[in-house]
C-alpha cells in the first residue's frame, strides 16, 4: 500500500501540535487532574496487567496516536502479515512467525499452500527426538546417554535459544547440561565444552544455509574436539550432532544424518525463529509440554494483536509510546527492566529483535527518512540495575523510558524476598514518574546546599507489566508481545523492519581479510591506510 511521508500524515503534524502544548506538563499535575488515572489507563490482555498510566500522555495524546497508526495503513499490514502476504519486499519472502504457533488444525497460507501442518510435522519430529534424549533411548557412539546439550548458532539461532533456556531453567531438566557457543573468539568454544565427557556430549548446530562463518567454525572445532576425545572416525559425528538447517546436502557432507536434521523456512527470520526447529535446545531442556505451552501463549498474544482495537491493543500501544518518546522527545533509548533474575537475557534477545528490525534509514520504497527510527534497547534485571546506571534514568540528562515488568508469584519463595522485590519496581516506576521537589528535600531537613543534588525531577515514564507468574506461557505472552510491538513501529516509520542488509557489508569485508591475515606471505593490501597499518601490526604482534 503506498502513503504519504509520515510527516505529511494529518495525525503527525497533529501530533506535533499536542507535544507542543503538553511537553511540559509534568506526571504530578496528570495525576492530580485525573485522580483515577492509574486504574483507567490500564489494559488487561493475555494474562498480562499493562499500567501505562505513568506516561507524559492525556486521552489526547492516545486518541491521536491510534489516528497515526490508522493512517499509516496498521491494521491492514497486520491483516497482510497474517495472511501471508509477502511484506518483506526487498527479499520477497512472507512473515509468518505467527504461524509457527497456530494450532493444529487451523489454516494459515503461504503461495496458496498451508504451512500449518508444516509446522506441526516439524514439531512432532523434534518432539519424537526430545523423548528419545531424555529418556536415554539415544546413546552416544561408546553406548553412554546424552546428558549434555551444546547448542552452536549466532544471532537469531542463539539468543532465543540461549534467552528461552535462561527463563525457563526452572522448568528445564537438571540431569541434562546445557550450554551454547556463539562467538567467533575461541574463548567461546574452549569454555562452553569445559568438564564435558565427549562420549555424553550432543551438539545441534543451527545454521539455515549451512555456511554461517561463525557457527560452521565451531561447528567444525566441535567436530575435532569429539572425534579427538572418543578417538573415533567421522562415524562418530551422526551419533553426536544434529542439524537445524534447510541445507540437506551441506548437512550430509558435514556427517550429519539428515534424518537428524529439523528444518524452517525462509518465511521465519532469524530473530523471529526460537518458536521453530531453532528451539530444539530449548524444548530438550523444558520437555514438549512446556515448549507447546509457550507456543500457546504466543499465539494468545497473536489473537490479542490481531483483534483488539487499537485503543486496548497492548503491542499497539507499547509500539505507539516508543514512537512518541522517539520521534517527539527525542529519546534515544529504551530500557527494559525484568524484575525477575530468570528473565537475565531477555533485553539481549530484545536488542536483537527491535534493532535488527527498526534500525533502519530508509523507507520501503527507498526514500531517506527525516526522522528517528529505531531507538536503543538496553537493560538489566531488578534490583541489580538500581545500584548502577539507574542513576542516570532518575537524575541525569536523558529521557529513558522504561518497561518494568514483574511477577505477583516467585518460582522460588524464599521469606520476604519476593515481596521486597516487588516493593522495589513499584517504587522505582513511582519515583521516576513523581520525584521529589526542592521544597520536599527541604522539609526533610536537608542542608542547603545539598537541595540540589537531592532533588529528583520526576517526569520520567514507565510501563509496568505484571503477571501472575513466569510460566512457558507468559514467556511467549511477552515474545510475541514484543514482536508485535516492534512490527507497530515499524509499519509507521514506514520501514521494513523484516530483513537486515546492515548487517552484509561486514561480514563481506572479514571474509576478505581473513586470507589476508592468514597468508603465509606478507599480503598486498587494498584497504584504506587505518586498516591496512592494523592487520599488519596484528600479524606482527600475533608472530611475535
Known amino acids: 500500500m503506498s ?9 503527525w503534524a497533529s501530533l506535533e501540535q499536542h507535544h507542543r502544548k503538553i511537553k511540559g506538563v509534568h506526571l504530578r499535575q496528570l495525576f492530580a487532574d485525573d485522580p483515577a488515572r492509574g486504574e483507567r489507563l490500564t489494559i488487561e490482555a493475555a494474562g498480562i496487567h499493562f499500567d501505562y498510566s505513568k506516561n507524559r500522555i492525556t486521552d489526547e495524546t492516545l486518541r491521536l496516536l ?25 527479499e520477497n519472502r512472507s512473515v509468518l512467525h505467527v504461524a509457527l504457533r497456530a494450532p493444529r488444525g487451523t489454516t494459515i497460507l503461504h503461495d496458496g499452500r498451508d504451512v500449518v501442518g ?13 523423548a528419545r534424549v531424555r529418556s536415554g533411548a539415544w546413546t552416544g557412539l561408546t553406548g553412554k546417554r546424552i546428558r549434555n546439550v551444546v547448542n552452536i548458532g549466532i544471532g537469531g539461532s542463539d539468543l532465543g535459544p540461549v534467552m528461552a533456556y535462561e527463563a525457563l531453567r526452572f522448568y528445564s531438566d537438571r540431569s541434562l547440561t546445557m550450554r551454547f557457543v556463539s562467538n567467533i573468539d575461541g574463548t567461546d568454544f ?4 569445559q568438564g564435558l565427557d565427549p562420549a555424553e556430549t550432543m551438539f545441534i548446530v543451527s545454521s539455515k544455509t549451512f555456511t554461517t562463518q561463525e557457527t560452521m567454525t565451531n561447528a567444525r572445532t566441535a567436530r575435532d574436539w569429539l572425534l579427538a576425545g572418543l578417538a573415533a572416525g567421522e562415524a562418530a559425528v551422526a551419533r553426536h550432532f544434529v542439524a537445524v538447517s534447510t541445507n540437506a546436502e551441506e548437512v550430509a557432507k558435514f556427517g550429519i544424518d539428515t534424518e537428524n536434521m529439523f528444518g524452517f523456512w525462509d518465511w521465519v527470520g532469524g530473530r523471529y525463529s526460537m518458536e521453530s526447529a531453532i528451539g530444539l535446545s530449548t524444548m530438550l531442556a523444558i520437555g514438549p509440554d512446556h515448549f507447546r505451552a509457550m507456543l500457546a501463549g504466543s499465539r494468545e498474544m497473536d489473537e490479542h494483536f490481531r483483534t483488539a482495537p487499537f485503543e486496548r491493543n497492548l503491542p499497539v500501544l507499547m509500539g505507539l509510546l516508543t514512537v512518541w518518546y522517539t520521534d517527539f522527545f527525542g529519546a534515544e533509548t529504551q530500557a527494559v527492566l525484568p524484575y525477575e533474575q530468570y528473565l537475565k537475557r531477555l533485553p539481549a534477545y530484545l536488542q536483537q529483535l527491535t534493532m535488527e528490525s527498526n534500525g533502519k534509514h530508509v523507507t520501503r520504497d527507498g526514500r531517506l527518512v527525516d526522522y528517528a527510527t529505531s531507538p536503543i534497547y538496553w537493560g538489566e534485571p531488578g534490583t541489580n540495575g538500581q545500584h548502577s546506571f539507574y542513576q542516570l534514568i532518575h ?6 523510558p522504561c518497561d518494568f515488568i514483574v511477577f505477583a508469584k516467585a518460582l522460588n519463595r524464599l521469606g520476604r524476598h519476593h515481596d521486597i522485590l516487588a516493593a522495589n519496581v513499584f517504587a522505582q516506576a513511582e519515583a521516576l514518574a513523581f520525584g521529589k521537589t526542592a521544597a520536599e528535600v527541604e522539609a526533610e531537613g536537608a542542608a542547603e546546599r545539598l537541595v540540589p543534588h537531592r532533588t529528583f525531577e520526576g517526569n520520567r515514564p514507565s510501563n509496568l507489566l505484571l503477571m501472575e507468574a513466569l510460566t512457558p506461557a507468559a514467556l511467549g505472552k511477552l515474545v510475541a508481545l514484543y514482536e508485535h510491538s516492534t512490527f507497530t513501529q515499524g509499519t509507521i516509520w514506514q520501514i ?14 572479514a571474509q576478505r581479510i581473513v586470507p589476508e591475515l592468514e597468508s603465509a606471505q606478507d599480503p598486498e593490501l587494498g584497504h584504506d591506510s587505518s586498516s591496512n597499518a592494523l592487520i599488519r601490526r596484528y600479524r606482527k604482534l600475533r608472530d611475535a
Open 3 to 11: 502513503l504519504p511521508a509520515l510527516r505529511a500524515l494529518p495525525a
Open 66 to 90: 491510534t489516528q497515526l497508526a490508522r493512517e499509516s495503513g496498521l491494521a491492514e499490514n497486520i491483516e497482510a502479515m497474517f495472511r501471508g502476504e509477502r511484506i518483506n519486499a526487498t
Open 118 to 130: 508444516d509446522v506441526h510435522a516439524v514439531l512432532d519430529k523434534m518432539e519424537a527426538f526430545t
Open 190 to 193: 574452549a569454555e562452553a565444552v
Open 395 to 400: 537524575q541525569g540528562t536523558r529521557l529513558v
Open 496 to 509: 521494513n523492519p523484516f530483513d537486515q542488509w546492515g548487517v552484509e557489508l561486514g561480514k563481506a569485508l
